[in-house]
């Protein structure tokens, strides 16, 4: 008998003991990810290298596909890096110093905009 009233003396000062501890809960801090894409569309005309690469010609939209063919004639959504946008969704813009590359087309004289390591594209549709 003197087995078990230690036995049960030992658990009752555990759970009594645990009642004056503290918990404490750790909450990471969510971070945005660093390869967030925000869509733009070009509003811009696609026949100077200039405006294609102008961040002020381009509006911000939900995705980036939407008639856009693919072909590489002429601008038209990009996906950007969310370090090159400025403001809160859904009226973000680019900053001023974002930075687009675009190339010439030749046929019928227009620019696209070409994605890839230097820039801040991360991605590009274009259209024909």
């Not at 909450?27 to 002020?56: D, L, M, R, W, Y």
């Not at 403001?87 to 004289?109: C, E």
Request: glycine residues 8%.
């Amino acid at each position: 008998m003197k087995k078990y009233l230690f036995s049960f003396l030992a658990i009752a000062l555990v759970i009594i003991g645990s009642a004056f501890i503290k918990r404490t809960t750790v909450t990471k801090k969510t971070e945005p990810a660093p390869n967030a894409c925000i869509f733009f569309q070009f509003i811009g005309t696609a026949t100077s290298e200039s405006s294609v690469e102008n961040p002020a010609n381009w509006l911000e939209v939900s995705d980036i596909t939407t008639g856009c063919d693919n072909v590489n004639h002429r601008a038209c959504r990009i996906c950007v890096k969310e370090t090159a946008v400025q403001g809160t969704a859904p009226n973000r813009t680019l900053k001023p110093t974002a930075i687009i590359n675009a190339a010439f087309t030749g046929p019928g004289g227009t620019w696209y905009v070409v994605a890839g390591p230097t820039g801040d594209v991360q991605q590009a549709r274009n259209r024909s």
